[in-house]
């Protein structure tokens, strides 16, 4: 077998590097010592690179079972935002300081913390440097890195942002997402618009999420009437899932919501209140649009430090690992998890949590010189906030095809769903899944479809 494996290769060379993963050039036997972490020489038997969703989980995981100082994460942030509450907050209903905690809290005790940048990895060497000048050597290595926000990439966005009179905001970040709630506030007529931009980023229901909850504010103040609102999307498709596309698309006619599709935000000019879009089915043709509200979900790519390490990423940037396995497709001591893995799911926590358990198991496995037998099929919930009282829950898998936890069609608006968003998710985060518990809710909805199977008999 070639060092190298293709990004596409058939089903029986993906099941061979499975089984064979132990002949991996990266791989020797210094890989199964349980030897102590030698702190001062920074070398771990397990390196995690990101403490975000999918980082503090394995993080759990893997120091619970490997015992103290084996896993060292390296996360350079001091707080850990629990970034599905954001559009809650833009719309008024939770506040920023709910959606955090400090990071020293949120990382499990049994793992060293290197509060410090990732700034180089050398997978050849099992090594990753920090932005302290530290090298930190691995005999396992596990990329949680998430996306990072590329505000910059569209002329004059960072400008109108950082405005304060400016009627531009967005929910992306805890730097800009206080102010949605202040522009809602504020606006009383004229055209308000939302953007979905021309890449793959986290959360992909979000940007009408907000758009949604603007609609019902604005109804609730008795000012709709005097407000436009359009939801501007570069996808060809309101969602991609065609269950709840049909559903969405029912719901934007009956509020009245425009639908752009095909149109990617390239310019805002604020001081004229102007945002520029390009139809991307005519390439450089643009279309200018006069607004009293932009919101604005920013381009993402996969953090630079990632991206510029070729040997491990793919043409787009993003951790080429099987959408299996989750093991990275050349290094087998190697896995991704979230947002930076380039497997082919709707990037959320939710994908996060079903993805953990499998990376968890494989890397285990790979750890004991065993086949990996678990997999990822693509799971990935986005629940779909359309107001201050009803939600939509999509869950759905890598066909696109629903895979509902719930014994009702969840493509209709309910204020149950939204209760859950809203209420039971974030403690189900802080005591479950970042603690290394919460693998999703496929056991959840085993149970279930037993009820169901059973009320058929």
């Known amino acids: ?66 015992g103290e100082n084996k896993v060292i994460v390296l996360e350079p942030e001091d707080k850990h935002y629990y970034q599905p509450m954001f559009t809650l907050i833009g719309g008024g209903m939770k506040r920023l300081d709910q959606s955090y905690r400090q990071m020293a809290d949120v990382l499990p005790k049994k793992a060293k913390w290197v509060k410090e940048k990732a700034v180089e990895f050398d997978p050849d060497n099992n090594t990753v440097s920090t932005s302290g000048g530290k090298t930190i050597k691995y005999d396992f290595l596990v990329i949680a890195t998430g996306l990072q926000l590329k505000y910059e990439k569209i002329p004059g966005l960072v400008e109108a942002l950082e405005t304060p009179e400016s009627n531009v905001c967005s929910i992306y970040s805890p730097k800009y997402v206080d102010h949605v709630y202040e522009c809602l506030r504020r606006t009383y007529k004229g ?54 596309a049909d559903a969405l698309m029912k719901l934007v006619k009956k509020r009245n919501i425009t639908l752009n599709v095909n149109r990617n935000l390239v310019e805002v000019r604020h001081c004229d209140n102007v945002a520029v879009f390009e139809d991307l089915t005519k390439p450089g043709t643009l279309h200018e649009e006069k607004y009293s509200m932009l919101h604005v979900t920013p381009p993402m790519t996969a953090p630079d430090v990632v991206a510029k390490c070729k040997q491990l990423v793919t043409d787009n940037g993003f951790v080429d690992v099987h959408q299996e396995t989750m093991q990275h497709n050349k290094y087998c001591n190697v896995f991704a998890i979230g947002d930076s893995a380039s497997s082919p799911n709707s990037k959320t926590a939710a994908a996060a ?61 309910r204020y149950s769903m939204f209760f859950m968003k809203k209420e039971l998710m974030p403690p189900l985060y802080w005591q479950l899944m970042m603690k290394g518990y919460w693998n999703g809710p496929a056991l959840m909805r085993k149970m279930f479809s037993i009820v169901k199977f059973n009320k058929k008999q």
């Open 353 to 413: 949590a079903a993805q953990s358990p499998v990376v968890f198991r494989n890397l285990m496995a790979t750890i004991e010189g065993k086949s990996l037998t678990d997999k990822y099929d693509g799971y990935s919930s986005c629940p779909i906030v359309t107001g201050y009282n009803a939600c939509i829950l999509a869950e759905f898998d890598y066909t696109l095809t629903p895979v509902e936890t719930f014994p009702f069609d969840q493509a209709k608006e």
């Open 1 to 66: 077998m070639s060092r190298r494996l293709p990004g596409t290769f058939s089903q029986s060379q993906r099941l061979l590097f499975a089984t064979n993963h132990h002949s991996c050039p990266a791989f020797s036997t210094r890989f199964l010592s349980t030897s102590r972490v030698n702190l001062e020489r920074q070398e771990c038997q397990v390196l995690v690179v990101g403490g975000g969703s999918g980082g503090c989980a394995m993080a759990a995981k893997l120091s619970s079972r490997l």
């Open 191 to 244: 055209n308000v618009i939302f953007t979905f931009p021309h890449c793959p980023i986290k959360c992909a229901g979000a940007p009408q999420k907000i758009a949604y909850i603007s609609d019902h504010y604005f109804r609730k103040l008795g000012r709709r009437d005097k407000v436009n609102i359009s939801y501007n999307t570069s996808l060809p498709v309101i969602f991609g899932v065609k269950h709840y």
